[in-house]
């Protein structure tokens, strides 16, 4: 294992390149915190430059040759002892990252089970990498396709689901016979590290999956833009996917973008009521609102609107904010001070704005021992108007916004009047509505009678419109991102045929 070879000292970790855990070449660090006190170190993490990505695209550049000609049954199997690994070491990696990312551990063994089912889920294509076969145009010929590597990938990874999201890109990856160097983000590292580590204990040789830390405008830049790497996955915020799409297009690269959401949750008057309200907390102050999925928008009809706005706010308010690792703990802090920032920002505007009413929270909480964290009081605004920036904008932070409509057919053009369609809900007893706004929402996961997280690793994940670029993760669909086809003409005629001429 390389938990000893990647702490040099007790809180210093290193750059994992071409199979050695190697410090940065300018010797500098980034300190990780834990958002719930940061009075607590967690770790010092390389501050790479475009020197350690280069050394690390090298790397895997020199071993893809061998990694691409090993049988994907047996690259299958390596991934599978990352499962068992992960199993085995399942607790610990969940208090590391309720330590780094501050999401309370019920929710942090949840982010490491699901990199656990990925692993194995995709690990198992490794004996399905099915292509086809077909007949072709002319006689004694006939064509096959099949799914080929693409190269040294480069993966970007957010830090809200620190494990489960790289084990996303990089098992699919290593099973259709690439090789990966993986820039997590800033904030967690760690479970990046755990995960990559676990790889290297399972066997996966040298140099095939590399890990380099550091800051995205710094490492996360030079990963997008190395000419060695020929395809870019990303998950993140829509303004730096948009960058990293752009520097892609340039280079010809392949690129999957994995970006922003303004969910919503539609309550129609014929909804259970309690279940509604369940999924809206679940929704909107899980994970303290910063998913991609998370719930931020309620579309509800009017009549049932003040009832239910009742009901949200008494739970809100009973939610318990604070450190992650304690069981009591209901929400945890947000990332760091700039999202922190972002989020009150957010909260004040929506103060500002015409006839929005704060319900409840609004503030930072800093009792007691909450002054060393960044918590925001779980926020509920009602008499929200679509158009509003809180209505319309991203603010990955525990607010919610309470719109009322008075009809199906209005909350579903509110649900698709923003720039975003990642997830949507609806909750209702009639089959007939349930079905009708699935069709007509704009969205790329829809839930029926349940909250707008909660996706699984077989089922494919992602957005339309600015959510991402057309590609979903997860699935048998994730296959399209890490292969390429390559389809092959047999001619066994044994003479000249020509295809494309007209022989009349
Ligand atoms: C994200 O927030 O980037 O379904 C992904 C869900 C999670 C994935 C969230 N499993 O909410």
Known sequence: MAKPASKVRAEEYRNYIGGKWVAPSTGRYIENRNPADTRELIGRFPASTADDVDRAVKAAAAALPAWRKTPAPRRAEILFKV???LIQRKEQFARDMTREMGKVLKETRGDVQEAIDMTYYIAGEGRRLHGFTTKAELPNKTAHCSREPIGVAGLITPWNFPMAIPSWKIIPALVCGNTVVIKPAEDTPLSTYNLVAACEQAGVPA???NIVSGLGEEAGAALVDHPGVRLVSFTGSTDVGRQVGQSAALHDKICSLEMGGKNVIMIMDDADLDLAVEGVLWGAFGTSGQRCTA???VVIHRRLAKKFTGMLVDRAKSLKLGDGLDSKTDVGPVINQEALDKILGYIEIGQKEDRARLMCGGRRAEKGDLKYGYFVEPTVFADVKPN???????????VVSI?????LDEAIDIANGVRYGLSASIYTSDINRAYRAMEDTATGIFYINASTIGAEVHLPFGGTKATGNGHREGGTQVLDIFSEWKTVYVDYSGKLQRAQIDTE
């Open 207 to 209: 140099g095939v999956l």
């Open 388 to 398: 509003m920036r809180i209505a319309q904008e991203e603010i990955f932070g525990p």
């Open 295 to 297: 719930a931020s928008r």
């Open 403 to 407: 719109i009322e409509c008075r009809s």
């Open 83 to 85: 499962g068992e690994i």
